[in-house]
Nanobody, 112 residues
Framework: QVQLVESGGGLVQPGGSLRLSCVAS????????MAWYRQAPGKKRELVAN???????NYVDSVNGRFTISRDNAKNTVYLRMNSLTHEDTAVYYC??????WGQGTQVTVFS
């Protein structure tokens, strides 16, 4: 059974930083493409970033240069480092594996 468990969300002021973590089980992590999505209130879920098994990365334009996705295959964990956060980054962030499973989500709220 595939399980993805996110952590690291919270409240942060504009310009602040957070690091999200997602621990995966039930998959061969080192061979899996992993991704972070987010869904803001009233909006569709959107891809934020993904990272292939070869550690190639891809970002949505709105976070490029501010967010960094990375992985630690020894820990079956994918990370999302988020810098220079703005109100527009407020959303529930979800971890996703290319085979289709989703995590439960972690809330990120940017407030001033």
């Amino acid at each position: 059974q595939v399980q993805l468990v996110e952590s690291g969300g919270g409240l942060v002021q504009p310009g602040g930083s957070l690091r999200l973590s997602c621990v995966a089980s039930g998959i061969i992590f080192r061979f899996s493409t992993m991704a972070w999505y987010r869904q803001a209130p009233g909006k569709k879920r959107e891809l934020v970033a993904n990272i292939t098994s070869a550690s190639r990365t891809n970002y949505v334009d709105s976070v490029n240069g501010r967010f960094t996705i990375s992985r630690d295959n020894a820990k079956n964990t994918v990370y999302l480092r988020m810098n220079s956060l703005t109100h527009e980054d407020t959303a529930v962030y979800y971890c996703h594996v290319a085979s289709g499973a989703w995590g439960q989500g972690t809330q990120v709220t940017v407030f001033s």
